[in-house]
């Protein structure tokens, strides 16, 4: 599943990884809320998410999604870098991933799926 209110930063992700992963299914949302009510309809393993989104921050849809579904991994992608925010998914146990979104990045997103 992604996350994220910028549909080009949603079009990237899902073009990269469905390059390394042709058969996964991909599923979207532009905020934090839709993501949340979309997750627990579909169970997704896997989420990127944006943190600054209309609406609900993505660490607290990230909060909200875990406690929900404590198997999914979630991976921040965001251009906020702040200090506070990389403790908080830190502590949730959520790999952070600065923008811009890059291919190296995304392979590091997908490094943490897969272990």
């Known amino acids: 599943m992604i996350v ?3 549909k080009v930063s949603r079009m990237i992700i899902r073009a990269r990884i469905l390059d390394v992963h042709p058969n996964w299914e991909i599923i979207e ?3 934090g809320t839709d ?5 627990l ?9 944006d943190i600054n989104m209309p609406g609900i921050l993505g660490t607290d849809a990230a909060e ?5 579904m404590p198997h999914c991994r979630v991976v921040i992608f965001s251009a906020n870098i702040q200090e ?3 403790e908080r998914t830190n502590a949730m146990g959520i790999i952070f991933v600065a923008k811009p979104i890059t291919e190296k990045s995304i392979a ?8």
């Open 4 to 6: 994220d209110d910028s």
């Open 41 to 49: 309809e579909q169970r997704p393993d896997f989420c990127t998410m």
């Open 29 to 31: 949302a532009s905020n």
């Open 64 to 68: 909200i999604l875990l406690k929900e």
């Open 108 to 115: 590091e997103a997908l490094h943490y799926f897969l272990g």
């Open 35 to 39: 993501g949340i009510a979309l997750a």
């Open 84 to 86: 506070s925010f990389r």
